[in-house]
Nanobody
Framework: QVQLVESGGGLVQAGGSLRLSCAAS????????MGWFRQAPGKEREFLAV????????RYKDSVKGRFTISRDNAKNTVYLQMNSLKHEDTAVYYC????????????WGQGTQVTVSS
């Protein structure tokens, strides 16, 4: 049974930082691309960042480039999202997800962690 469990969310002031973690189990973590997404109230879920299975290649949504950094530790089966210079509009539920490298859609999703940025 595949499980993705996010942690690290919370309440932070604008300009602050948070580091989200996503611990994976039940899959061969090093063979999956890992992504981060978020969904704000009343909005659709949006892509934020992806890191390839090797950990070498990353890609970001333009609005978070330079503020957010995705990384992974294949030895710990964990992917991270370091978020700096947070803005009120970053408030959302953040999700991690896993997909096979040749796939387009994500196969597994976590339950999400709430990030609230106070202005």
């Amino acid at each position: 049974q595949v499980q993705l469990v996010e942690s690290g969310g919370g309440l932070v002031q604008a300009g602050g930082s948070l580091r989200l973690s996503c611990a994976a189990s039940g899959l061969t973590f090093s063979r999956y691309d890992m992504g981060w997404f978020r969904q704000a109230p009343g909005k659709e879920r949006e892509f934020l960042a992806v890191i390839r299975s090797s950990g070498i290649t990353t890609r970001y949504k333009d609005s978070v480039k330079g503020r957010f950094t995705i990384s992974r530790d294949n030895a710990k089966n964990t992917v991270y999202l370091q978020m700096n210079s947070l803005k009120h509009e970053d408030t959302a539920v953040y999700y991690c997800a896993a997909k096979v490298p040749v796939g387009v859609s994500y196969d597994y999703w976590g339950q999400g962690t709430q990030v609230t940025v106070s202005s």
